[in-house]
């Protein structure tokens, strides 16, 4: 069994900073690409960014220069950097990642639960 589990989000001031951090756990044989998304009330679920094995990143044009992206295979997180932030950042924050459990099976996409963001005054 593979799950993501999430952590870090809660309330933050406009312009304030927040990190999260997301970690697999299960049998994993490896982690391709790693991400997050979110979703705000009555708003469809998008990409905030992802980073592969060999580092590469991306982002959605909102998060560039306010949002950073992080993993440490070695301890299968990835993080989520954020600063400057406004509050049509509201929403739920969700981890994805494609993890194979065996040499020769599948890659299969999972999602964490989700951890809330709130950016009021």
């Known amino acids: 069994q593979v799950q993501l589990v999430e952590s870090g989000g809660g309330l933050v001031r406009p312009g304030g900073s927040l990190r999260l951090s997301c970690v697999a756990q299960?049998?994993?044989?490896?982690?391709?690409?790693m991400g997050w998304y979110r979703q705000a009330p009555g708003k469809e679920r998008e990409l905030v960014a992802v980073?592969?094995?060999?580092?590469?990143?991306l982002y959605e044009d909102y998060a560039k220069g306010r949002f950073t992206i992080s993993r440490d295979n070695a301890k299968r997180t990835v993080d989520l950097q954020m600063s400057s932030l406004e509050p049509e950042d509201t929403a739920v924050y969700y981890c994805?990642?494609?993890?194979?459990?065996?040499?020769?099976?599948?890659?299969?996409?999972?999602w964490g639960r989700g951890t809330q963001v709130t950016v009021s005054s």
């Open positions: 994805n990642a494609d993890v194979s459990q065996t040499p020769t099976s599948d890659t299969l996409n999972y």
């Open positions: 299960g049998n994993i044989f490896a982690i391709y690409t």
């Open positions: 980073t592969t094995s060999v580092d590469t990143t």
